[in-house]
């Protein structure tokens, strides 16, 4: 019979008291099982929220939830890397950052997540490919690794399933903003993967979930710290999210733009910027490169010479996508039936952006979920959306609507307005990548 209880691991915690390692290797596996019933899962994450765990119980925590299923390991003749956002809008860094990372020689198995509130996910970004699949079973997964370098996946049943069962407890019981929480989320699954290396993009402004960089400098140094000293050399980047990466913001928008990026050879923009910034420390961690610097120089080379278009086209093709995407993307991307142009109506500059608001504005669209079971519509969304500190003048485009219904495309064209404030001064835009951590 167990030495440990829910009761009792519950109590320490009430306590303000750390429970060891073996007393949270057993709750997450009770989690895991159905041993630990929902309201034991609630008040352990309300003890958690309330008192937190210090250093060394989040260490525990994550890494009792990361052996709670399976966890990865990998036979490779490179190292195996990885990225993860906390999430932002128009943010299509994962699409070309991982095939970039395969061109320079690591391979990348990204289990990533679908879209949460009213930030993209990078599943539903790529499912509006047609026929292609993130849901791959072991066997296929490891092939796409290995052969294309990359594969950006979601996480199966047998990975972390006591993070999945947490985290849909702490939705119902406002405990989902825990620090000690979000970190064990967010590393039991990208451990399981069985990485050498970790690089987290931390947003911070209007369209992150933090907004305030002190917040998220909180939660980078609880990242960075826990990851390293779970075994897994890690840094992160706090980045600039007050608008979008990318001038557009929808699941099939977001892939022509990278498509733009991955196939024209201009390696440039925001989003180039960012993946140099988390590519060039990956890659320079992990020894393919000399510097920081020379491995962020590396991953604009492999955006710009087709290398990492390469890339993407097989990691697509092995994923189920059409094998010709790379050469014919725009006739396979799904168009949506009403496409509208929304002009200023006054002089000015943009002062202001509400880029949360953009992204609650296209779930409204149909492009996200409100609820698990919603149908996304892959073609919806803006694109073309003005940059802050742009010079406005009347008539000018400030954005384009595509939308399934007329009176969408109203509500889009309202929600637009709104978000973008025009002014007498441009908006200071703040610097796009703000800090490096760990």
Known sequence: MSDFSAQSVIAKLRQRQTPNRDAMAWFAQGLADGTVSDA?????????????????????????????????????????????????????????????????????????????????????????????????????????????????????????????????????????????????????????????????????????????????RELAEALTKTANAAGCRTTAIISDMSQPLVPSLGNALEVAEIMRILTCGKGQGPIVDVCAALGGVLLANAKLARDVQSGAEAIVVAIRDGRAAERFGQMVASMGGPVQFTENWARFLPEAT?????????????????????????????????????????????SDVIRLGAKVTRGQPLGVVHAGRSDQADAAEHALRKAIEIGPKPAVVPELIQERIG
Not at 129 to 152: D, N, W
Not at 364 to 369: D, I, K, N, V, Y
Request: charged share 20%.
């Open 40 to 216: 034991q899962a609630g008040a352990f994450a309300m003890a958690v929220c309330l008192n937190g765990l210090g250093d060394v119980g989040r260490v525990a925590l994550t890494m009792a939830m990361r052996d709670s299923g399976d966890v990865l390991s990998w036979d490779l003749n490179g190292p195996v890397l990885d990225k993860h956002s906390t999430g932002g809008v128009g943010d299509c860094v994962s699409l070309v950052l991982a095939p970039a990372l395969a061109a320079c020689g690591a391979f990348v198995p990204m289990i990533s997540g679908r879209g949460l509130g009213h930030t993209g996910g990078t599943l539903d970004k790529l499912e509006a490919i047609p026929g292609l699949s993130t849901q791959l079973s072991e066997r296929r997964f490891r092939e796409t690794v290995t052969k294309a370098g990359c594969a950006i996946v979601g996480a199966t049943a047998d990975i972390a399933p006591a993070d999945k069962r947490l985290y849909a407890v702490r939705d119902v019981t406002a405990t989902v903003e825990s620090m000690d929480l979000i970190t064990a989320s967010i590393l039991s699954k990208k451990l399981a993967a069985g990485l050498d290396g970790l690089v987290l993009d931390v947003k911070t402004g209007s369209g992150a979930f933090m907004k305030d960089i002190g917040q998220a």
């Open 338 to 382: 009403v496409i509208r142009e929304v002009t200023a109506k006054q002089n000015g500059y943009v002062s202001g952006m509400d880029a949360e608001g953009l992204g609650h504005a296209v779930v409204a669209l149909g492009g996200g979920r409100r609820v698990e079971t919603d149908k996304v519509n892959w073609a919806v969304g803006f």
